[in-house]
């Protein structure tokens, strides 16, 4: 039985499957798409899960394949799943598609790791200080201010996913997030104590980069997603990487690899858990709370 999860996964779980059996059956994609009559691009889109295959496709494939049995079934299953929508899909007309696509990733990942260099990540904050940074897009291009309440609405939804069984989370915030003003002082502390609370989650390791620590690796904040191989097809990790609104997904196992390597080593030069949640707690009461009882 196909458990329930997220459609970008179980697309990415199918194209695995069918890429294998390809390949076990000596074929090429070209050979595959001239017997089906389809494009060669149509099969290399699909085995790279930028595209889906509708049930009755794969039903072709299969026979063309000779696959029979449960491991059939176990495919048209997992097909036919494929082919529901995700709920995010709900917003499908304010999100980008590399957005749809991260947050189908987010949806069914087994292990996260989250480096973040400039603001708090999506996943912990706050709904004032999400508020305040989507608002901000308006400044590079128009906004209006019903899509900027669909996007909050979609980044609060995202956060469930801290409540999901077997999740594991790793994130490494760079101090001078706790420093940077995003919003009001009272926005702000309400974020670090936010923060500090997150770090009593026992599926969630938060740490923090300090300043005047170990700056080895420099460059922009990136997300790694890990996936539990789901029967014999192997799924490989995804790296996310943030550019303006934007973003990029990259499967080569060498971007994932480096991308490992890195973090491996920022959580090495960052403080303990402990520390960390000491550090977020100080900042908020002599940062922001001390300004917010001056201001008043």
């Known amino acids: 039985m196909v458990e329930d999860g997220s459609p970008t996964v179980r697309r ?16 090429s994609g070209e050979s595959v798409a001239h017997a089906l009559r389809w494009s060669p691009s149509k099969i290399s889109r699909y085995e790279r899960a930028k595209t889906g295959l509708r ?65 708090v990540a999506g996943l912990l904050q706050t709904e004032a200080y999400a508020r305040h940074i989507i608002d901000s897009y308006d400044r590079v291009e128009p906004v209006p201010p019903s899509q900027v309440t669909r996007l909050v609405r979609v980044r609060m939804r995202r956060q469930q996913v801290l409540d999901r069984a077997g999740l594991r ?39 923090i980069l300090p300043l005047d620590g170990q700056h080895t690796v420099i460059g922009e904040s990136f997300v790694l997603f890990g996936f539990e191989a789901d029967g014999d097809a192997v799924l490989q990790d995804v ?44 900042t908020a009461e002599t940062h922001w709370a001390e300004r917010r009882r001056s201001a008043s």
Not at 12 to 27: D, F, P, S, T, V
Not at 74 to 82: G, I, K, P, R, S
Not at 186 to 197: I, N, V
Request: aromatic share 6%; glycine share 6%; with cysteine.
């Open 169 to 207: 989370i790793s994130v490494v915030l760079d101090e001078s997030v706790l420093l940077r003003r995003i919003g009001s002082d009272a926005a702000m502390y309400e974020q670090l104590q936010r923060l500090a609370k997150e770090c009593d989650r026992g599926n969630l390791t938060l740490q």
């Open 55 to 119: 049930p009755r496709e794969v039903e072709r494939l299969l026979d063309y394949y000779g696959v029979s049995g449960t491991h059939r079934a176990m495919l048209l299953a997992l097909a036919q799943d494929a082919s529901q929508k995700g709920w995010w899909e709900e917003y499908a007309e304010s999100l980008p598609e590399d957005y749809q696509q991260f947050i189908g990733l987010e949806h069914e990942a087994t292990a996260v790791a989250i480096w973040h260099v400039d603001v």
């Open 239 to 282: 790296v996310s990487t943030e550019q303006m609104r934007s973003g990029f997904i990259l499967e080569g196992e060498r971007e994932t690899h480096l991308h490992r390597v890195a973090f491996r080593t920022l959580t090495d030069a960052a403080l303990s858990p402990a520390d960390s949640k000491q550090l977020i707690l100080d």
């Open 12 to 27: 990415r779980r199918l194209a695995a499957e069918l890429r294998q059996l390809r390949e076990a059956k000596g074929r």
